[in-house]
């Protein structure tokens, strides 16, 4: 039952989709990419991957169910507008892409398990997956065993780079150093109080924000805090902030906390007009839940916002609206997320192969100038050049753009000097 | 760390942790309640005392949805009717899941464990397929926004007061119902002794239908209230549920009283020592604190005196 491709869909998206396939006659009327004039399976695909001379399988492997559905909704939304836009586009390699989306149900574990079964029984090319550090570390040396390519979507702390895996998200260093120079040199700010939540990902960036401020920007931490996966109650450390001063507030809190943490920063008096605070965990997915009058005023600082105003992504978030609905907000993951089933056929095709080797030998310099970000390149450690950006957050749960870095950025998931 | 600061600085931040510190009181008592009842009461160990809890806040956010929509002048008043829709909502549900589950339980206590988790994971993927995996933003009404400026240094979070009225409200409500009103010795009969009270003509699965509903509807208002602090999503209860167990059984299971000593002593001590450390340390030491408490006293701060 769970080899069904749309398993773990809630009902609203089956809803859509199978409004979608309603409207399946309308599109045979369009000129349809016709599959099977590519090259011969044989010559792309020498190493048993479940590829055909008409289509090719990849996996989708997130979480549906459980805590984190959350937050993997969006991306796995992402991955499968994506899929439907290249398979319109003519596929991959004159191959449509068929998905099997497997539920890792916020359980690592799982997500080991079903990583394996894509890629041993299923034999998928490619597997567009895992959200958390947790889940990609479970992840990770079965893709290594097995010789499989995962595309991971989220920003992360760093500190990894395989042969077998893509990050289309922003390691640490690239996501942080560009806010932390501008929050410096526009609030001149010299002060920073740190609060995340307690596991690898807040106390790895904080590290990392640690030293840039006292080595580079000559400034000083204040308070540095953590609290468990799932605090509610933080009226202590707003208390605490409120006795320290301090210019910025650095967050990096994640999940149900997040909610909790900013409603009570607005009921404690912070105005955030006033009192600087700079997150780098809170997008527009969050913000739905936090509700924008409770987080106005603060800056996030990633790289992609859903009011970015560029052709690609004008492009991107009505065609997002019209397969998810009107009302779907979408936030960093999910651009990253949809940046992996492009990259994954860029690099296809500069390699003229599925094989994984040869992907993984292809990957470095390859571009894609149609991301709603604007442009990505992928670095030779398998992370992706990209802008930073800082936003604001207004209202109407959306952010505003207020910088972003003249350049790409260069990932560094090793970063010397800050360890 | 004090060095630096102003007498008057100090002093308004001790009044202000002081205030932090009751709220966090209330919390706990709120979401206390409802399983002292339940727990304390009945004995059985409500695994889905969370999920009743996010019942009351997403009845909470239809309520606000709905007049949003369609009685927008009187937006400023929903939360009221809103709690007691949630209390109503929360308390059906519980009635119900005590006729199709938990009374089949009651000489197996332990299996009402397995039971209630096995609901918990039910009803938050019902949660999941009827209101999404996303969570839900709980528009308030202005006046519950921001905060009361005392003095010009001390402001006092106008949510923690609301919650804090509430929490002495239904404290008072439940104390009266159980010890002053004839059904609340019925309840206090069948705990004890449960043949014995159906000898003398009480029905007893009735006592215990309300009971558990009761219980469950004050989680309803519980999670109706912590809309305002927290997060309303299908997992949220999880974020509830080992806190409200800590609190009851710490304070001994079958005391109201025994609950709020414990509510008291547990987010005083955390928000005491979350003020001179970190978050995690203080959470880690209040734990230690109450188990090595525990271990000295099994049966909790306040025990029934009954014989055994």
Redesign the interface.
């Known amino acids: 039952m769970s080899d069904e491709p749309n398993k773990g869909l809630q009902s609203p998206l089956r809803r859509k989709l199978l409004m979608g396939a309603a409207a399946l006659p309308l599109i045979s009327i369009l000129p349809r990419p016709s599959f099977g004039a590519g090259p011969a399976t044989a010559t792309v695909n020498t190493t048993g991957l479940a590829v055909t001379d008409t289509e090719v399988t990849v996996g989708i492997l997130h979480s549906a169910t459980g805590t984190m559905a959350i937050s993997e909704t969006g991306s796995i939304q992402a991955e499968k507008l994506a899929i439907e836009q290249i398979n319109a586009a003519g596929g991959v390699l004159g191959r449509k892409i068929k998905f099997i989306q497997e539920d890792g149900a916020s359980d690592w574990p799982t997500f080991a398990e079903k990583a394996k079964k894509l890629l041993v029984n299923d034999k998928v090319a490619a597997i567009m997956g895992c959200w958390t550090s947790a889940s990609r570390k479970a992840v990770l040396p079965v893709v290594e065993q097995y010789n499989g390519m995962l595309y991971y979507p989220t920003f992360y702390e760093g500190l990894e780079q395989s042969k077998n895996v893509i990050y289309t998200g922003q390691e640490a260093t690239q996501q942080i150093l560009a806010g932390l120079n501008w929050i410096a040199k526009e609030k001149g700010a010299k002060s920073f109080f740190f609060i995340g939540s307690d596991y690898i990902w807040p106390r790895t960036s904080n590290k990392i924000a640690r030293k840039h401020v006292e080595n580079v920007l000559k400034g000083k931490v204040v308070g540095e805090e953590y609290y468990a996966l799932g605090s509610t109650q933080f009226n202590s450390v707003i208390n605490k902030i409120k006795l320290t001063k301090p210019d910025v507030i650095f967050t990096d809190v994640v999940g149900g906390s997040n909610v909790a943490f900013y409603k009570q920063l607005k009921a404690a008096g912070v105005d955030l007009s006033k009192q600087a605070l700079l997150t780098i965990s809170v997008t527009e997915d969050e913000i739905d839940g936090i509700g924008g009058e409770n987080i106005a005023g603060a800056y996030a600082c990633m790289k992609y916002f859903q009011s970015l105003d560029n052709a690609n992504n004008k492009a991107f978030v009505p065609a997002f609206k019209k397969l998810w609905g009107e009302k779907t907000v979408i936030g960093d993951v999910t651009q990253a997320g949809y940046l992996g089933p492009w990259l994954w056929k860029l690099t296809c095709e500069k390699a003229g192969s599925f094989d994984v080797d040869k992907i993984a030998a292809a990957s470095p310099g390859v571009e894609f100038k149609e991301a709603p970000e604007g442009y990505v390149r992928i670095h030779e450690n398998h992370h992706l050049w990209s802008k930073t950006r800082v936003g604001r957050a207004k209202l109407d749960g959306q952010f505003e753009l207020i910088f972003e870095t003249s350049d790409l950025v260069e990932p560094d998931p090793f970063p010397k000097g800050y360890q | 760390m004090f060095g630096d ?1 102003s007498i008057g ?1 100090l002093g308004s ?1 001790f009044v ?2 002081g ?2 510190g009751l ?2 009181f209330s ?1 706990y008592v709120l979401m206390a309640l409802g399983l002292a009842i339940i727990f304390g009461q009945m004995g059985v160990i409500n695994m889905a005392h969370g999920e009743f809890m996010i019942l009351g806040a997403y009845v909470t956010w239809m309520t606000s949805n709905f007049f949003q929509a369609f009685l927008p002048s009187l937006f400023s008043g929903y939360f009221f009717l809103a709690m007691i829709l949630a209390f109503l909502a929360s308390g059906a549900l519980g009635m119900l899941v005590e006729w199709a589950l938990i009374r089949h339980l009651y000489k197996r206590p332990l299996d009402t464990l397995l039971a209630t988790w096995g609901l918990s994971l039910m009803l938050q ?1 019902a949660y ?2 009827i209101f ?8 308030l009404p202005q006046w519950m ?3 009361l ?1 005392v003095t010009d240094s001390i ?1 006092v ?4 007061v609301f919650v804090m009225g509430l929490t002495v409200l239904i404290t008072v409500v439940v104390a009266y119902v159980l010890y002053k009103s004839r059904w609340g010795r019925q309840v206090r009969a069948v705990v004890q002794n449960r043949i014995m009270a159906g000898a003398v003509g009480i029905n007893t699965e009735k006592v215990d239908r309300y009971t558990f509903g009761l219980g469950c509807g004050i989680a309803g208002i519980a999670g109706s209230a ?1 809309t ?9 209860g ?3 549920i080992v806190d409200t167990f800590l609190v009851v059984v710490f304070g001994g299971a079958a005391s109201l009283l025994g609950t709020i000593a414990s509510a008291f002593s547990i987010s005083q001590t955390q ?1 005491t020592l ?2 001179f450390m ?3 340390m ?2 880690v030491l209040t734990l230690l604190a109450v188990v090595g408490i525990l271990m000295l006293r099994p049966q909790g701060l306040f025990a029934l005196k009954v014989r055994k």
């Open positions: 600061y600085d931040i202000m942790q205030f932090a709220i966090l919390v993927q999941r397929s999404g995996a996303r969570e839900v933003g709980v528009d926004l921001g905060s400026k402001e979070p106008i949510n923690g912590f305002m602090i927290g997060s309303t999503g299908p997992t949220s999880q974020l509830y928000s979350e003020f970190s978050g995690s203080a959470k």
